[in-house]
């Protein structure tokens, strides 16, 4: 699993994983991610080329979205492959989980214009 962070803004943080996000992928990104996501910024975690998750990245996923919504922010999921986002609706976790199928949505759901 590789993990990027960027900026988008001043008050948003962009997360691109790119692998499976299993056992192995949550050891190699736990410790960067845990840290994006207690910044108390927006995150969108760009999953376009995440091509499978287990309920190890599911519990990774939800914790990262309490610890942003606890810190006042909110986490898009941006272009999950549609193997993970099925897994993900199936799982129950849409209501805790914003998915978003484009950069307009995920701006959306931020409430405000990011730029891409």
């Known amino acids: 699993m590789q993990i990027a962070i960027t900026d988008v803004d001043a008050r948003t943080k962009r997360v691109t994983l790119k692998g499976r ?15 994006v996501t207690t910044t108390r910024k927006d995150i969108i975690v760009d ?4 091509d499978f998750i287990t309920s190890i990245g ?9 610890n942003v919504t606890q810190g006042g922010g909110k986490l898009v999921l941006l272009w999950p492959s549609p193997n993970v986002a099925d897994v993900l ?3 129950g976790l849409e ?6 199928k484009s950069e307009e949505e995920a701006r959306t759901v931020l409430g405000r214009a990011v730029d891409q």
């Open 21 to 35: 996000l299993d056992v192995a992928a949550v050891e190699a990104i736990g410790v960067p991610f845990a840290a």
């Open 47 to 50: 999953m376009a080329d995440v």
């Open 58 to 66: 599911i519990r990774h996923l939800v914790i990262a979205a309490q």
């Open 89 to 91: 609706m199936v799982a």
């Open 95 to 100: 209501q805790l989980l914003f998915v978003a």
